[in-house]
């Protein structure tokens, strides 16, 4: 199946400060997501991104499919985008929505 | 706002007893999934469906059954729980057409 590897695995950033979450991908896919796992659990859609370049507020995500990774933005940072960081892709060639998802990047923001 | 709901958040209970996870959604998606997640691990597609009478395993293996009789419904049933099935399960959601998936709250079981 396809490989999904996000980096770094953790990282800790003050209030205010930017950060870059990386996600490289094994092979083509049709379908790419950003999910933020809040600290009670609940994941949030961010962005379905399977190329190119979308903003929402302080967030921001780019992928190069023909590269095979995608970046997540975040600018900023407050207290409140701390949890996990999930990018979940599927393959090219299916259709049903079936996502694999990378082990995350664990994030904390200090006030 | 995705309306996606799970019910119990939270459940304990001993081994050997049957369980059933409600998962409901309100927006008239047609694929819902569930997905099991460890703590501090990535999500495992276990059970989908892409509409009534469909239902599919996912990519890890699970004891557990799921039926899709309405479109807004789709439980997942342990037969007897184990030890090993305790987990955080999400369900999630998708429309026709559309990629995005969208989670509920989630249900920690916990098997003594």
């Known amino acids: 199946g396809i490989q999904v590897e996000q980096s770094p695995p953790d990282l800790i950033l003050q209030e205010g400060a930017n950060s870059t979450l990386r996600c490289n991908f094994s092979?083509?896919?049709?379908?790419l997501q950003w999910f933020h796992q809040n600290p009670w659990g609940q994941l949030i859609n961010l962005f379905y991104?399977?190329?190119g370049t979308k903003q929402n507020g302080r967030l921001s995500a780019t992928t190069v499919a023909t590269e095979r990774y995608s970046l997540l933005y975040i600018s900023s940072s407050q207290t409140t985008d701390s949890g996990v960081y999930f990018c979940?892709?599927?393959?090219?060639?299916?259709?049903?929505?079936?996502?694999?998802f990378g082990e995350g990047t664990q994030l904390t923001v200090n006030p | 706002e995705a309306d996606i709901y799970q019910t119990p958040r939270y459940l304990v209970i001993g081994t050997g007893k049957k369980i059933t996870l409600e998962c409901s959604q309100t927006?008239?998606?047609?694929?819902m999934y569930w997905y099991q997640q460890d703590p501090g691990m990535e999500l495992h597609l276990i059970h989908y469906?892409?509409?009534?009478?469909?239902?599919e395993k996912g990519d890890l293996s699970s004891e557990s059954t799921v039926s899709r009789i309405r479109t807004e419904h789709f439980p997942l049933t342990l037969e007897s729980a184990r030890p090993s099935h305790t987990s955080q399960y999400l369900c999630?959601?998708?429309?026709?057409?559309?990629?995005?998936?969208?989670f509920g709250p989630g249900t920690r079981l916990t098997v003594t």
């Open positions: 469906s892409y509409g009534v009478n469909s239902t």
């Open positions: 999630a959601s998708s429309g026709r057409g559309r990629y995005e998936q969208y």
């Open positions: 927006m008239g998606h047609d694929k």
């Open positions: 991104i399977p190329s």
């Open positions: 979940a892709v599927e393959r090219g060639e299916t259709s049903g929505s079936r996502l694999t």
């Open positions: 092979d083509s896919v049709n379908n």
